[in-house]
């Protein structure tokens, strides 16, 4: 019994020590792991997996983490003046991989044009032809036939504009299997100047006929045919979808951020490039940094905990640390929600603490700025600075409190030296106040208004149970996966809405006030 006791008090001890030695090294943890966060995961054009980052490439990094430390000022007529570390890392600046050209991805476009120069050529091959072949035998051409000449001209330009503008637009995305109505419209197109073709090879070309009016009707009735195929073509990929008929809810797998989208009449693939559109600038930029505190601290209270086999080796030793343990680490998770809420209070305190000095900071570096603009209006035209070197020069009274409250906010791999400094010169130019020029750090905006490393190189593969050119229904769900997130999307059908009238009559809500003239007075 005294050998138990005792037992139980060393676990309990060390947890305690173990606890108070655990906090000790997430803290010196945290200092250690905000250089090392800001790894930009790089993502190869043919595959969605990760690249581990290069071990020769860590001095570098890490000396451009530092950048808030390292950067010194800059006046308005000295040359841009870098410490040793900045030196060491210029012009290696982050750059997303040469993605390698897939012939895949014009294949479409490559399509439609061959298609849209045999559309364009049919009809004046038809003209031509006879012309070329039995001129002399050609019936003279009045003033009937010269009108559809006129006609087919002015057709075949509408047709020309009507096509450029609906499908020689740029790809804005590969799907992975085609698209339904674009190849049944390109089939049908295909299957109508087949059909011309073989009927004017052997109605006129083998008979030779000499009525050359006819001929240029049967010209002009090939090019209404397909405008009659392009104004089908503006239904389906252009009129169709535009009806909202599903509710698509989006969540993204790491943090559970959503979003409510609704769409007509879409297959699945199309869905999905349409959500992925309205992700990079709806959704705020994915952050893996502000995910690993809850990660670290659930390994934490097993980590602290040490046991202590005071009975000696035995068969049943080890069953019986593990029931320690976990009786332990039991009574350990009773007040793990008083270290959440301390850690939590105290992340907000050091959080506002950076904010207020950054603002600090920013303010008077705008106060010089208009000082320097006001002393460079007393300047001969030629000496004046420009926004860049204006931003150059006040960067570094800001650079430090910027960096640690980025590094408190965990956004440091989301942000540049050069981005800053571009941003910095962008608010300068345009006249804009110390909030404006905060407002990109202090909140976190869609994906698309970081640098491109964040968004450009990212890879998407569609998972569905159904079919990817199925159209949506009711109850449909895919996911959109990425290297370290995805996206999970449910459709709902939106429902059958019946209104009723209900006829108020005019005079149904007017009363008459009596008044009696006689009062109790």
Request: charged residues 20%; neutral net charge.
């Given at each position: 019994?005294t050998?138990?006791?005792?037992?139980?008090?060393?676990?309990?001890?060390?947890?305690?020590?173990?606890?108070r030695?655990?906090?000790?090294?997430?803290?010196?943890?945290?200092?250690?792991?905000?250089?090392?966060?800001?790894k930009?995961?790089?993502?190869?054009a043919?595959?969605?997996?990760?690249?581990?980052?290069?071990?020769?490439?860590?001095p570098?990094?890490?000396?451009?983490?530092?950048?808030?430390?390292?950067?010194?000022?800059?006046?308005?007529?000295?040359?841009?003046?870098?410490?040793?570390?900045?030196?060491?890392?210029?012009?290696?600046?982050?750059?997303?991989?040469?993605?390698k050209?897939?012939?895949?991805?014009?294949?479409?476009?490559?399509?439609?044009?061959?298609?849209?120069?045999?559309?364009?050529?049919?009809?004046?091959?038809?003209?031509?032809?006879?012309?070329?072949?039995?001129?002399?035998?050609?019936q003279?051409?009045?003033?009937?036939?010269?009108?559809?000449?006129?006609?087919?001209?002015?057709?075949?330009?509408?047709?020309?504009?009507?096509?450029?503008?609906?499908?020689?637009?740029?790809?804005?995305?590969?799907?992975?299997?085609?698209?339904?109505?674009?190849?049944?419209?390109?089939?049908?197109?295909?299957?109508?100047?087949?059909?011309?073709?073989?009927?004017?090879?052997?109605?006129?070309?083998?008979?030779?006929?000499?009525?050359?009016?006819?001929?240029?009707?049967?010209?002009?009735?090939?090019?209404?045919?397909?405008?009659?195929?392009?104004?089908?073509?503006?239904?389906l990929?252009?009129i169709?979808?535009?009806q909202?008929?599903?509710?698509?809810?989006?969540?993204?797998?790491?943090?559970g951020?959503?979003?409510?989208?609704?769409?007509?009449?879409?297959?699945?693939?199309?869905?999905?490039?349409?959500?992925?559109?309205?992700?990079?600038?709806?959704?705020?930029v994915?952050?893996?940094?502000?995910?690993?505190?809850?990660?670290?601290?659930?390994?934490?209270?097993?980590?602290?905990?040490?046991?202590?086999?005071?009975?000696?080796?035995?068969?049943d030793?080890?069953?019986?640390?593990?029931?320690?343990?976990?009786?332990?680490?039991?009574?350990?998770?009773?007040?793990?929600?008083?270290?959440?809420?301390?850690?939590?209070?105290?992340?907000?305190?050091?959080?506002?603490?950076?904010?207020?000095?950054?603002?600090?900071?920013?303010?008077?570096?705008?106060?010089?700025?208009?000082?320097?603009?006001?002393?460079?209006k007393?300047k001969?035209?030629?000496?004046?600075m420009?926004?860049?070197?204006?931003?150059?020069?006040?960067?570094?009274?800001?650079?430090?409190?910027?960096?640690?409250?980025?590094?408190?906010?965990?956004?440091?791999?989301?942000?540049?030296?050069?981005?800053?400094?571009?941003?910095?010169?962008?608010?300068?130019?345009?006249?804009?106040?110390?909030?404006?020029?905060?407002?990109?750090?202090?909140?976190?905006?869609?994906?698309?208004?970081?640098?491109?490393?964040?968004?450009?190189?990212?890879?998407?593969?569609?998972?569905?149970e159904?079919?990817?050119?199925?159209?949506?229904?009711?109850?449909?769900?895919?996911?959109?996966?990425?290297?370290?997130?995805?996206?999970?999307?449910?459709?709902k059908?939106?429902?059958?809405?019946?209104?009723?009238?209900?006829?108020?009559?005019?005079?149904?809500?007017?009363?008459?006030?009596?008044?009696?003239?006689?009062?109790?007075?």
């Amino acid at each position: 019994m005294t050998d138990r006791c005792a037992f139980s008090h060393c676990v309990g001890f060390d947890a305690v020590r173990g606890e108070r030695s655990s906090r000790d090294r997430h803290k010196s943890h945290s200092r250690d792991s905000s250089s090392r966060s800001d790894k930009n995961v790089t993502i190869s054009a043919s595959s969605a997996q990760p690249q581990q980052p290069d071990q020769s490439s860590a001095p570098t990094d890490a000396q451009d983490d530092n950048w808030g430390e390292t950067t010194t000022a800059v006046t308005g007529t000295s040359d841009h003046s870098l410490s040793q570390e900045d030196l060491a890392g210029f012009g290696k600046e982050t750059e997303g991989p040469v993605e390698k050209l897939n012939c895949v991805r014009f294949l479409p476009l490559a399509l439609t044009l061959i298609l849209g120069l045999l559309v364009l050529i049919t009809p004046l091959s038809f003209l031509v032809l006879p012309q070329l072949m039995w001129p002399e035998r050609l019936q003279a051409c009045g003033t009937a036939c010269e009108g559809l000449f006129l006609s087919l001209a002015f057709k075949l330009l509408i047709l020309l504009l009507a096509g450029w503008a609906l499908f020689a637009r740029p790809g804005r995305a590969s799907l992975p299997r085609i698209a339904v109505f674009r190849a049944l419209l390109g089939l049908l197109t295909l299957l109508l100047l087949l059909s011309y073709w073989l009927f004017f090879g052997v109605r006129i070309l083998d008979s030779q006929d000499e009525n050359y009016q006819g001929i240029v009707q049967f010209a002009v009735s090939l090019v209404d045919a397909l405008l009659f195929i392009h104004y089908l073509a503006v239904v389906l990929l252009e009129i169709r979808h535009l009806q909202p008929c599903f509710s698509l809810s989006v969540v993204r797998s790491t943090d559970g951020e959503t979003r409510h989208y609704n769409l007509g009449q879409l297959s699945i693939q199309r869905a999905a490039l349409v959500i992925l559109e309205h992700y990079y600038k709806d959704f705020s930029v994915h952050n893996p940094a502000l995910l690993t505190a809850a990660k670290s601290r659930a390994a934490k209270h097993l980590a602290g905990l040490k046991v202590y086999n005071v009975d000696g080796a035995g068969s049943d030793a080890a069953t019986a640390q593990s029931r320690a343990k976990i009786a332990a680490a039991a009574r350990q998770r009773d007040t793990s929600h008083n270290e959440l809420y301390y850690e939590e209070a105290e992340h907000d305190r050091r959080v506002r603490k950076r904010r207020a000095r950054l603002v600090v900071a920013v303010e008077e570096a705008f106060t010089h700025v208009r000082r320097l603009q006001e002393e460079e209006k007393k300047k001969p035209p030629g000496d004046e600075m420009d926004p860049r070197e204006a931003a150059q020069a006040i960067f570094p009274s800001m650079a430090r409190a910027l960096q640690k409250y980025l590094r408190t906010t965990r956004q440091q791999h989301c942000h540049s030296m050069d981005s800053i400094q571009a941003h910095l010169a962008f608010c300068i130019t345009n006249n804009m106040t110390p909030k404006a020029f905060l407002e990109s750090y202090l909140m976190a905006g869609p994906t698309l208004q970081y640098t491109r490393e964040c968004w450009q190189t990212r890879q998407w593969t569609l998972v569905s149970e159904a079919s990817v050119t199925s159209p949506l229904r009711h109850g449909s769900e895919f996911q959109l996966k990425s290297s370290d997130f995805s996206l999970v999307v449910t459709s709902k059908a939106i429902p059958h809405l019946k209104l009723s009238e209900e006829y108020v009559h005019p005079k149904s809500h007017k009363f008459v006030l009596q008044l009696q003239s006689e009062t109790s007075v």
